[in-house]
Each structure stands twice: as structure tokens, then as C-alpha cells.
């Protein structure tokens, strides 16, 4: 009994495992990028040039094609 318990129990944590890791970056098929200017970071997160707009902090901020698509299609 406790073995089919135990075997349970790990069957079920290595599944949600799994899941966990198949859930996708975001930032391989995202279209935009925002680059912050202030943090310097580049966030790959958006679906359209009008959303990556929209979500600037700064005017200085920039929004991109985000280069791992670029790069990946060629």
C-alpha cells in the first residue's frame, strides 16, 4: 500500500513538472520589445507595435521587432 501511495505521489509531482516546464517564454513569439532606457532591460511581451506603446514609461523608451523572431526566420 504504502508503495502504490508513494508511487502516486511521484508520478504525480513528475507531471506537474513536466507542465511546468512545457509552458512557453514568452519572449520566443512575442512580436515587440520594449527597451527601457532607465532600467535598461529589453522585454520581449507584446503582440503589436500599438501594445509595446502603450506600455512605455518613458519617451525615450523604444519598441522593437523582437530580434529572436528576425533572426529565427531567416
Given at each position: 500500500?504504502?508503495?502504490?501511495?508513494?508511487?502516486t505521489v511521484l508520478l504525480g509531482g513528475s507531471l506537474c513538472a513536466t507542465g511546468a516546464?512545457?509552458?512557453?517564454?514568452p519572449s520566443l513569439y512575442s512580436r515587440y520589445c520594449l527597451r527601457d532606457s532607465d532600467a535598461g532591460t529589453?522585454?520581449?511581451?507584446?503582440?503589436?507595435?500599438?501594445?509595446?506603446?502603450?506600455?512605455?514609461?518613458?519617451?525615450?523608451?523604444?519598441?522593437?521587432k523582437n530580434p529572436r523572431l528576425v533572426s529565427s526566420r531567416r
Amino acid at each position: 500500500m504504502k508503495t502504490k501511495i508513494l508511487l502516486t505521489v511521484l508520478l504525480g509531482g513528475s507531471l506537474c513538472a513536466t507542465g511546468a516546464l512545457a509552458q512557453k517564454d514568452p519572449s520566443l513569439y512575442s512580436r515587440y520589445c520594449l527597451r527601457d532606457s532607465d532600467a535598461g532591460t529589453v522585454t520581449c511581451a507584446y503582440a503589436s507595435f500599438r501594445q509595446c506603446m502603450a506600455a512605455r514609461t518613458a519617451s525615450i523608451d523604444d519598441c522593437v521587432k523582437n530580434p529572436r523572431l528576425v533572426s529565427s526566420r531567416r
